[in-house]
């Protein structure tokens, strides 16, 4: 018996008409970019494992595709780490490259190779596959594209700002219902981490992130499991607990800090924001301070922010990003980064259940030539070619088969029109068009037929 064949587990195959509608997207998106001013660039599938790990955490390090080493390359496997059940220096023995984990490690390399030949400030975006050995569920894939805008300059909330709005444009432009887009900072979760006695925000950042999810019982409970102490998970639920409107937060958050004397600096950055972005017009968005997000990656060092999908939908954010500063160069102010990712897939799953998509994805008519046998290709074969040079669709039916089969064929694949050019029409000097959605049948002189089919597109 055949075994059956299916897709790796978190990877899809896409048919034509759902190609079409990630095209859609994917134009509305690069569109906004350009719009902007972001410029394109790309980055090879996979990169040395040296200059991703190290930058995301060891969680996020754990999900990454490694390639297998070849050759001699295999002999030198740390056998002594697997035996140790040392399962990730092991694998790392096995491998020095991995497929993409995401888009902004890529560019930080792409900028330090690449740093005589930019202009800053470097407004890039970038849309391709990226992989992730996580567990697959709604809207969540091991293999997806990742659609970023990043800019690499010294740092200015101007810069957040922006790609604030092209969250706003990108979502007005779909016609997608308002969102809430959270925003948050690390230097304030720095502050709370100290509070808390601990040497970094990134002991928690992974648990924090799961508010949203979990609520902050759960936050609190996970913390209690971890055998963080009473103290120390007291001091977050006060950071939990500032409730309010955003100005409001930021004053608790200031009365909370400044008693404990810990950095504003933070909270300042936070609040310059929130008061700058109400002339920035943000019609799909409504701007929520959310203290508890944390965006689990390692490389955030300020301004972070996450997009909630609509209340409806129970799939996660659909965007996030933020500001990351030793990134590509520690300690040099004009390489500063701060960008934004938007959740591909999940957004067409919004698109797709609102019914947001245009009834017609493609405004191109589409043509077929019906088949008489191979003499009479002649009078066929060199509108085919004209067509065609023209970028109209069209195709010959490729063998003289009965006409209904050739008619039967042209409906499933949903060809607008057919033109036949039979023995009648040949003596008469004529060809008829047949409209495949109305039935309408017309006749025209021959010679008129590359004008005719060119006024239907």
């Keep these: 018996m055949s075994q059956k064949l299916n897709t790796p587990k978190g990877t899809r195959d896409f048919s034509s008409l759902e190609l079409k509608k990630r095209e859609y997207l994917l134009n509305v998106l690069k569109n906004c970019f350009k719009s902007f001013n972001f410029q394109e660039i790309q980055t090879p599938s996979f990169e040395n494992l040296t200059t991703l790990t190290g930058k995301y955490g060891d969680d996020e390090d754990n999900l990454m595709f490694k390639i297998l080493a070849s050759g001699d390359k295999i002999k030198k496997a740390d056998i002594d780490a697997f035996k140790d059940n040392k399962l990730s220096k092991f694998s790392n023995s096995l491998s020095d490259k991995a497929l993409r984990y995401d888009l902004t490690v890529p560019l930080s390399r792409f900028i330090s190779q690449n740093l005589n030949d930019i202009s800053l400030p470097f407004k890039r975006f970038q849309t391709q596959l990226v992989w992730r050995a996580e567990r697959p569920q709604k809207g969540r894939f091991r293999e997806f594209l990742q659609c970023d805008v990043d800019i690499i300059g010294e740092s200015n909330i101007l810069n957040e700002l922006e790609c604030i709005k092209v969250y706003d444009s990108v979502f007005k432009r779909l016609g997608m219902p308002k969102v809430d887009l959270r925003i948050n900072n690390r230097q304030i979760l720095e502050g709370v981490s100290k509070l808390m006695k601990l040497e970094s925000v990134n002991e928690i950042a992974s648990i924090l992130d799961k508010t949203d999810k979990i609520g902050a019982e759960g936050v609190m409970k996970e913390l209690k499991d971890r055998n963080f102490s009473d103290d120390s998970i007291n001091q977050l639920k006060s950071l939990l607990n500032i409730k309010g409107t955003n100005n409001e937060k930021i004053k608790s958050l200031r009365s909370l800090f400044s008693s404990n004397n810990i950095s504003l600096s933070g909270v300042d950055l936070l609040e310059e924001i929130i008061k700058t972005s109400e002339k920035f017009n943000l019609n799909n968005i409504n701007l929520n301070v959310d203290l508890s997000l944390a965006r689990g990656l390692s490389y955030y060092t300020g301004t972070i922010i996450e997009v909630s999908s609509p209340e409806e939908f129970n799939i996660g954010s659909i965007g996030g990003g933020g500001r990351y500063d030793d990134l590509v160069q520690k300690n040099n102010p004009r390489l500063s980064g701060f960008g934004i990712?938007?959740?591909?897939?999940?957004?067409?799953?919004?698109?797709?259940?609102?019914?947001?998509?245009?009834?017609?994805?493609?405004?191109?008519?589409?043509?077929?030539?019906?088949?008489?046998?191979?003499?009479?290709?002649?009078?066929?074969?060199?509108?085919?070619?004209?067509?065609?040079?023209?970028?109209?669709?069209?195709?010959?039916?490729?063998?003289?088969?009965?006409?209904?089969?050739?008619?039967?064929?042209?409906?499933?694949?949903?060809?607008?029109?057919?033109?036949?050019?039979g023995d009648e029409e040949v003596k008469s000097n004529i060809f008829k068009l047949k409209d495949m959605k109305t039935g309408d049948q017309s006749s025209f002189d021959i010679s008129n037929l590359l004008i005719e089919i060119e006024n239907l597109n």
């Design 341 to 421: 990712s938007f959740g591909f897939d999940r957004i067409f799953l919004i698109l797709e259940e609102l019914k947001l998509f245009p009834s017609e994805l493609d405004s191109s008519k589409s043509f077929l030539f019906l088949n008489f046998g191979l003499e009479k290709l002649n009078n066929i074969i060199s509108y085919v070619d004209q067509l065609r040079e023209k970028n109209i669709i069209c195709e010959l039916y490729p063998s003289d088969v009965k006409i209904k089969k050739q008619m039967d064929y042209a409906n499933q694949k949903g060809v607008d029109y057919v033109i036949i050019i």
